[in-house]
């Protein structure tokens, strides 16, 4: 039996009935953009993220993009970033006309390492994108520590509902940021019916920026104080996405349960190491991501035994051909690049059945390793 990295039929089974009679009303309504649907999923997400505001946009990469131009950045600024993510954290940088520097990662945790943020701030940085890879938040505490009062905003499109401990208080996946971003990207751990974004923040201008970006510069129709997108949340995928938020925090915590039994299984394997979570961080494992030596070895091995897998990610950010520009030799970031080797996920979905586990568990168990 076949267990593939991801099933979100499995999911749509168990809340079927919920999700499609919340998207027929909107479908009856005939009311496709913005209107009540988005406005109850940013009170929503805003209540579950500690956030002031909440601005549904088109998706995860706009969210980020939409963040950069509130926060005025812009031609020939500089924005730190980590190069071990997905593309769209720093494309989003490259196209509010902006210069991406990247800095190496934890190689524990994937995420940026705060000290070198801290060494590569100029006169021209503008702001710093931290990102919550696999699930599990970046030492956002520590960075601000490294920045002062340069803006930070947190990618948190793998990380919703995530949290972290910071001197005794749980802090949520972009509460702490000055914008947090989400995506609802049908693979992630909250995602739509298709495309979808969120930015939340605590601050009264970021959040009039914010709305009047994602509205063509707008906020009274037809009257533009700057230029801003056309980059709405739909009401359909709102709709959907409210009447799965109340699944979240069981569909994480299932994933959570995932993850400990595969590294309970996995801990003899010398040649195999875990992911490791932050002793402060609860994370939400939207990928469980293993480390070895002889990845591709163990990829194919896997293929060969019908367990889907993935690479995230195969090529850092500063080595991609089009950021050739911006200089970055091999060997400039050695963590991320190390990763990009090393790195592979494994099935964590919620709805993953013991006998899938003990399968995954098989697989692995059987390669020959080194
Ligand atoms: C998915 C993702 C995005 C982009 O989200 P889209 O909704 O696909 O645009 C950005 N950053 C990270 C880290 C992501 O995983």
Known sequence: MPVPLLDLKAQHATIRDDVVAAAMAVIDAQAFILGDPVGELECDVAGLSHTKYAVGCANGTDAILLALRALGVGRDDEVITTPFTFFATAGAIHNVGARPVFVDIDPRTYNIDPAAVAAAITPRTKAVIVVDLFGQMAAIEQVRAQVGTLPIIEDAAQSIGARRQIDGQWVMAGE???????????????????????????????????????????????YHEIVGYNSRLDALQAAVLRAKLPHLAGWSAKRRENAAYYTAAFADLEWLTPPYIDPANESIFNQYTIRVAERDALQAHLKAAGIGTSVYYPLPLHRQPCFAYLGYAEGACPESERASQQVLSLPIFPELTRAQLDEVVQAVRSFPGR
């Open 176 to 222: 702490a940021a000055d914008i947090g971003t989400f995506s609802f990207f049908p693979s992630k751990n909250l995602g739509g019916w298709g495309d979808g974004g969120l930015a939340v923040t605590q601050q009264d201008a970021l959040f009039e920026a914010l709305m009047k970006l994602r509205t063509h510069g707008s906020r009274r129709t037809y």
